[in-house]
């Protein structure tokens, strides 16, 4: 801790920017690493989460991620269940025009209401080309179309909103008690954002399967400007892992896996984020290059549509290659955006690691 | 404490952008927190106060940000206690001009004498209106107006300087003894910029109902540059904020209130600066970016009018939306420059909390 | 060790650009200075190593860097051991491109399999120049070209990577074992990059006669953003020096010595890498800048052409001088990337010493 | 101390950037506040002093500068004594050309010899002007001209140069002993660079009347990239204010000043200056600045055209006001670059202080 003024204290916190992975003494061959990351019923080919964002979940490019080996998680509240046919709504925002345009457009296609029939209907789209299936709903939104989802029977279904607590307290209005709906829910949950350990280790009682950690720490976010409130992800990170092993103890063996959810821009952030302590990552802007992208290169998230207060920017990348070569390469950008698993892996080979469970431990260095 | 050098030790201090609130366990709704401020007799809607700038508060946004529920304040040596009608001067400050131009004009048009007639003619067009009156005066020019200012009945009267200090030392001239000025004073005055604990605690003492907390920090001023002076505004508060409480203790009972004004100049630092201690913030540019505002975008402070030592620029900024936008929402931006107490009320209930008091509680991170 | 979060500690690391050197209380004479440098059975001039990077090192410039008093060294997988005359692969690396066109360019050319012929006749071509003769290859072609280059008789053998380690471990392939082929070997061998003291003692256990310390720390590497593996280069030379010292101790007077592999790109890196222990700098990007340099002011490393995940940036430079310009003066420009050895006399001279050895031991500090 | 890796410790040290005056609970008014400095047998009205550089220092500006109330001190190896009318390389050097085309002129026309004759005219032209004379040389050419030196009786006399020790160690050479030379030289010697609490005991020692804090710190010095050495000034100046103390102790009360020479830019860095410890500050870019100036805008010292090893660049300032008005003002840009004097006043009776000798003392704070 250390002394911000004298009637306050504060913690120092680091982002992956500000970390390293530290070589060790062993080196191991690439063909011997195993990214493998297996989750509840589902085994993944490499750790790696497609974000429920327009820009990059299409339920085309949902199911080519799966194929890839990953998990694609289709936004349901965003334009494929609100439209029928969102490809115009994409023609708008796609366009050239600057920031303010673009967050008034969004603010105005985002305001058509969510439909039930097309939530079952994305996913089931999913489901039929033989992959495993997630979507996403804010924790607004979620006891409206729980049902909903419950038929649609995924894998996997995420509460994700720019913070998540398993205690959140209204006394006027019905809120969502976490705990309560996923008792009650046949499918495997996963929660979050959340940046801190007694955050997680609250959602990991209410009984989530896994835990998003993260809090607006994504390039096109702008959360810590609208808001203040920021935890950098490599303490983020390091501190929700703790609480995964305080309650693996505590419960007598459940494991929650922990997926981080921003900043994880390039392979190199993926490996650090390993090394942090997750099991896996959720990844949006690299995605986002992808040809296949419905963005189009541009890119923008849940946030920047908020009808009175948005706190994200739609921002463009060059399309550098196609899912699959971003996703397991091969790559031909020396930046760190294309073949994330490739990355991982060498990083892992290059300091003598086999598995994503042990690589956790690696050394870090403060740059 | 640091060691500089052999001879020198020196304290670390901390700015806005170095520190971001942490997230809790908890959230509540937005529509249970309470942003309401009170200040002697006045309560505010939302602790927002608009900086006694010519670029920002005229007599009419003045009047437009009380009906907003902030608090505008007019500067009272400024263009519209100098000149009858000081739309030719504003002409000619916000035309484009390069910043050597842009200070010697400042310096020419600021040379003209502050009229008192015009000072109490400002003020009740703005009590006319049905607001809460307030302006400012620097600690120079006080004495001279003080009998205009109290026939006035403002509801706060501001001593306003780039610093202010209970203990002024002129072995020559008469000096303003703040001490006897606020005891003789009916008007309750808030006065600074103070930046630490001892001349926080010296104003109190002094009688201040409350403290400005900053020393040229804001956007537009230099001062760091030209005189060496400057406390990071975070450790700033949180210096002051250990002031108030140690004052509370030995007046039993005088709750003196503490305004940041600098470095707030998007939403996320407003709710910094309470989460930093602040009972309210002062903000000049993000209200600059108001169509209504008299500087047209153009935003210049006291300091950079200054005849032989100028400390701030004229700076452009582009205007976004109505002053309501800016300071209520809807927000069309993704930047935080606009619904400043919307960001601040989001930031309070993603953090669990539901009134400005207890948030000033929260942890904090250094990032 | 800094607490990165609850479950996580890390060490703080420091680049060159962190430091400097500390003036000392003496001055000595520039012409006093010795520079020169021992290593196995050859002296050199100045502590200057040359890169094997295809940009700077043919075998016209490996003999030129002799002439000079330094060591070049030939990259024995590059251009001039896959083609017979690699004029028209010059050609194409060095029009203007983009660096996604640059990638798949080198990805093309580089995919030409190495010729042990050609490995003999290059280095025969420098041997008959009567300088001393180096070439690096990366461990995985060690084995292969192993017989070739042990009848070429090299004053020094490199075996160069992103990072080697003394301990690979395969289940499967036949790979390197350092330990063995350095005992076999006559040729004296250098092994890197190696960035901390425990993986630098197995490399000095292992034989090796000097090591190079980096990590991907060069201009033109991306490793940091592709791997996410870095060592900070003034904290890993400090770290490998103890691993010199120990090992001095552990082997009865075995000197091994370290060459410091990165980020050494200006004349103040060359004496802070001595500073901070190195005995020997590599360099690529000062010698890209000479008017020989094959690479007509492109600058690409071996990272640079990975088939799946390439780790380098193609790079331009002005062209300055001549490369004896370069390496030993004289300067006509004043920031450092000409006259590598003036600047380093200068800065022993400045401070009082006159020997390589005891400048090691010089006060740095930290900015 | 701060582990830099195993083998290697540093100290941390910081610049004038790293750190800011902090307010006190008292103020000041400007008209009490007294900048005298008196050394030897001067006293100036306020402790600036113009540094030894041709593109500020010509015998017209030095004359004006003593009649500003501070020091102009003259360049004895520059243009102004090696060419009998200086005019025509003055024309040269402040022609636009790329910055190689500069320093390879620039290594030309300072090629010329200096001449004994022109020193004692020049010194004669500003002693005839009735204001303070002072001229610099480096230490490699003090003892040639030591005699011309010595009949110009100067009031003060510099050794100046990029670092300057008493314990210059050269085998072969007859060196400058500055203790001998200072003994029998009847003019008080100022001498430095020099940045380190040892080094500056020693100057002391040797009998120097005052000692410049500095080494390659200014604005258009490469020193830290071309030597690798560097002293951030807060801290070097707070160490070397250690040594007066010591020394002011162990001579029984002998005085010695410290001028700040480096980074000292702005009025805000000679306040800072002064708080570190320094009794007067060396001032060279804001003089550039001036009308007057006979660079006309171009700036560069005598680093810059070292024949072999340059460090400096040749930068351009656009110019603001009148000698008169970058000295004492009034300022018309907010910056700082104008009213050095005006500045310092005002940062003094901001927090208080009425002389140089007590602000010495004031709290800092790292930013």
Known sequence: MYELGRSKRASRAHSFDDVAIAPTR??????????SWRIDAVTFEAPIVAAPMDSVMSPATAIRMGELG???VLNLEGLWTRYEDPS?????????????????????????????????????????AG?????ALSPANTLEFADVIEKAALDFFMVRGTTVSAEHVDDAE????LKDFIYRFETPVIVGGCATYRTALHLMRAGAAGVLVGFGGGAAHTT??????????????????EARRDYLEESGGRYVHLIADGAVGRSGDVAKAIACGADAVMVGSPLARATEAPGRGWHWGPEAWHATLPRGERVFFDQVGS???VVNGPSHVPDGTMNLA?????????????????FQRIDLILR
């Open 26 to 35: 062993r080196t191991r061959s690439e063909h011997e690493v195993d990214l």
């Open 70 to 72: 990953g998990l694609g």
């Open 88 to 128: 115009s709504q994409y023609e708008q925002l796609t366009e050239p025009m600057d920031q303010v345009t673009a967050t008034r457009r969004m603010q105005q296609i985002y305001a058509e209401p969510i439909k039930g029939e097309l939530i079952a209907e994305r996913l089931k789209t999913i489901r039929d």
């Open 131 to 135: 992959v495993p299936v997630a979507g």
């Open 174 to 177: 019905a809120t969502l008690n």
């Open 224 to 241: 810590a400007s609208v808001l203040g409130i920021e935890v950098p992800m490599a303490s983020a990170v390091a501190d929700v892992a």
């Open 323 to 325: 899912l699959g070569e």
């Open 342 to 358: 490739g990355g991982l892996r060498k990083a892992m080979a290059l300091t003598g690691y086999t598995d994503i469970k042990s």
